[in-house]
């Protein structure tokens, strides 16, 4: 008896999930360009995203047709509650659609992130008096889960 595999088509091989303000013109955008020079279709949000149409709708569309996501946790990336909803974006296709998810620490120690301490405290801080706490667990917890896996320590790396 043969047996049918379901070919998944992905439209890009890497999504970039960063907080904009901190690696945007440094990190994250060498990363996006070295990724691009060896053929690598990345994800890159105001370099495909198209305009007038709805990031919020697009992001997830984004992430889920991508084979893998890049998280580039910065000092300020729980600031931005755009991040984290994307970062629960990322954690469910890791869990439904066993999407490679790849922690890149930068200027951040794993630990940080994974117990949300120092900046990553501060901004969960801020979060509460926005949010309840059922969001904040999530968001916690997605960090959490994050950080418990095998990336890289840019501080660590040759070169950041």
Known sequence: MASSTRSISYTYDVFLSFRGPD??????????????????????DDKELETGKRISAELPT???????????LSKNYAHSRWCLDELLQIV???DTRKQLVIPDFYDVEPWEVRHQGGSFAEAFARHSSCWDTQK???????????AD?????????ANG
């Open 23 to 44: 690696t945007r013109k440094s990190f994250t955008g060498h990363l996006y360009a070295a990724l691009t020079r060896a053929g690598i279709r990345t994800f890159l």
């Open 92 to 94: 469910e296709c890791m």
């Open 149 to 157: 896996l095998k990336g890289w320590d840019v501080a660590k790396i």
């Open 62 to 72: 984004a992430i889920e047709h991508s084979s893998m996501s890049i998280v580039v």
């Open 136 to 146: 904040l667990e999530t968001w916690k917890s997605a960090l959490t889960r994050v």
